[in-house]
């Protein structure tokens, strides 16, 4: 049984308020870091490593001639680099920005922490318990009827002390609370935090096992079997696929996870359809990390429309996006 405290802290990217697409109604989001895939796809690169990272952001960097380059001061590995001086988008005067060797970067922050633009800036910060739910508890008079927090990632299951205790508090003053999850996280624990969750919000994203791993990084049998585990227990889904054309939007594919999701029975309220984009893209280069699915387009209306009739033909609730 893992001990109640709201002392203890968890690392996260992000809090979002207004959030429409993290569940039912308006809800707040907390996006904690850290997550055991490397799904091709990820739009948030941010949430996969448990460390800091370092963004860097060249279109904001002001340049030496107005800041005087602090972050090149402080940094003690030799990895901001000064570029060749250019013209400014606006005015006359000539801009000498900076930017960063990924190899030689110690991820110290250092210069993170001197930017005066934020042109660099680290991503992750620590929040206890009580700190997120004061912040998410400020949002309460938008919730409604349906809305409430989600717990998201990252995978949330990677903290769970921290989620564990949050899901409990924010359930125990009222607020109804969704955890985004890629089930990819021991049984025991889906088990403990179940009387706290109203909703999962659960990641299929591959029915093969060697196409999940070599599309996510590890296989799928137990993100499969704790679904199982979720509904016999008593759990609500809403099961979120990702579809991405050339990796997983081919019909014996689709039609094989709209059959897993039938005999999950009436635990599945919701399954979402989610076509593949590539806006996370730009948050690759900022990381200094290679985008490694240039070759994939969107799937259009009528794919997206063939792909949920699959599953409503097997009367499952479902929607696109
Ligand atoms: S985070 Fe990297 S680039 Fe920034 S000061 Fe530290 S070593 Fe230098
Ligand atoms: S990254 Fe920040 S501190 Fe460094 S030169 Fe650009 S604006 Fe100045």
């Excluded at 179940?194 to 990641?203: H, N």
């Excluded at 996870?257 to 948050?283: E, I, N, W």
């Excluded at 699959?310 to 009367?315: A, C, E, H, N």
């Amino acid at each position: 049984m893992t001990p109640k405290t709201e002392n203890v802290t968890g690392r996260i990217y992000d809090i979002q308020g207004f959030a429409v697409h993290d569940g039912p109604g308006v809800r707040t989001t907390v996006f904690l870091k850290g997550c055991p895939l490397r799904c091709l796809w990820c739009h948030s690169p941010e949430s996969q490593r448990s460390e800091y990272d370092l963004s860097y952001l060249a279109v904001k960097c002001v340049g030496k001639e107005l800041c005087g380059a602090p972050c090149v001061g402080v940094c003690q590995s030799g990895a901001l680099i000064e570029c060749e001086p250019e013209k400014a988008v606006t005015g006359d005067r000539m801009v000498t920005k900076v930017k960063v060797d990924r190899e030689r970067c110690a991820e110290c922050l250092r210069c993170a922490g001197v930017c005066p633009s934020k042109a660099l800036s680290a991503s992750g910060r620590e929040i206890s318990v009580e700190e997120a739910y004061t912040r998410i508890n400020k949002d309460r008079f938008v919730f409604k009827k349906d809305g409430g927090a989600t717990i998201s990632g990252g995978e949330p299951m990677g903290q769970f002390e921290f989620t564990l205790n949050l899901a409990r508090k924010l359930k125990e003053n009222g607020i109804g609370v969704c955890l985004d999850t890629t089930g990819y996280a021991p049984p025991e624990q889906f088990l403990e935090i179940l009387e706290y969750i109203d909703l999962f919000l659960y990641d299929i994203k591959h029915m093969d096992s060697k196409k999940h791993r070599s599309f996510t990084g590890v296989p799928n049998e137990l993100i499969l079997s704790n679904a199982r585990l979720l509904a016999e227990n008593g759990a609500s889904l809403q099961i979120r696929v990702p579809v991405i054309p050339k990796l997983n939007a081919g019909m014996e594919n689709l039609e094989q996870t709209a059959d897993f999701c039938a005999r999950l029975g009436g635990a599945v309220k919701l399954v979402q359809l989610l076509p593949y984009h590539s806006m996370g893209r730009s948050k690759y280069a900022r990381l200094g990390q290679p985008y490694r699915l240039s070759n994939v387009e969107p799937p259009d209306e009528a794919f997206m429309e063939r792909a949920l009739e699959v599953f409503l033909s097997r009367g499952l609730p479902g929607k696109i996006r």
